[in-house]
């Protein structure tokens, strides 16, 4: 089974203040991880996945993450926060090593970054 | 825009109506998916159809029923809902890469549709 841990409802940061939001992941063989952010009223939108190689991953928007297999950790980064990242944030894992296509998501995270 | 669309955006119907979430994609992927976003829930996996043919179905109830008609169009017919059905429904579509076994491919999604059901 795989599934997605988000610790945080909400997280808030001043502008111009770096952001983390948290994910955890558990799946029983190696993990394909992504996160995606939806603004009100509309779909999901990839940021950015990790799939082999270099474990810190950059994305979209300026944003980045970093994945730490002892951890079993993805949390999503960025150096310096912008109003317009206020939103919610899905991150989602796929074992790689069974035959599901399906990504199972986090609850989400909803950033609020004030100015 | 991600070049998935849904259509309609909202959606109000009655316990015994009958009615059609339609998705199409723009991208020339070849794998769609269904999923229910409903409040204070992760997102559900519904559907996976992979050239044509449904790969995945997980637990849905029959009131659900999709239509993959071909690769660029999806579909999921509704009839006799519950309330509890009321949610964002999320259309998906990647192209699976055949090489890395079709595991790899990130999915787009569309705006989705706001169903409430009364």
């Known amino acids: 089974a795989q599934s997605v841990a988000q610790p945080e409802d909400q997280v808030n940061v001043a502008e111009g203040n770096p952001l983390t939001v948290k994910c955890t992941y558990s799946?029983?063989?190696?993990?394909?991880l992504f996160w995606y952010v939806q603004y009100p009223n509309r779909g999901l939108q990839f940021l950015l996945k990790?799939?082999?190689?270099?474990?810190l991953v950059k994305g979209s928007y300026g944003f980045e993450a970093e994945f730490n297999k002892s951890q079993t950790s993805f949390h999503l980064k960025k150096p310096s926060a912008l109003v317009s990242d206020s939103a919610l944030y899905f991150c989602a894992v796929r074992d790689r090593d069974t035959g599901r296509r399906a990504l199972t998501f986090g609850s989400g995270t909803r950033l609020q970054v004030q100015p | 825009e991600t070049g998935v669309t849904q259509t309609p955006r909202h959606l109000v119907m009655g316990m015994t109506n009958k009615k059609s979430l339609k998705c199409e994609q723009h991208?020339?992927?070849?794998?769609m998916y269904w999923y229910k976003q409903s409040a204070k829930k992760p997102l559900e996996l519904m559907f996976v159809y992979s050239l044509e043919e449904r790969v995945e179905n997980n637990s849905v109830p029959s009131r659900f029923s999709p239509e993959c008609p071909n690769s660029s169009h999806l579909f999921l017919h509704l009839h006799t809902l519950q309330p509890e059905d009321s949610a964002l429904y999320l259309c998906a579509s990647s192209q699976e890469d055949r090489l890395a076994g079709g595991k790899r491919d990130t999915q787009y999604f569309g705006p989705g549709t706001r169903l409430t059901v009364l």
């Open positions: 991208l020339g992927h070849n794998a």
């Open positions: 990790y799939i082999t190689g270099d474990n």
């Open positions: 799946v029983s063989g190696n993990p394909y």
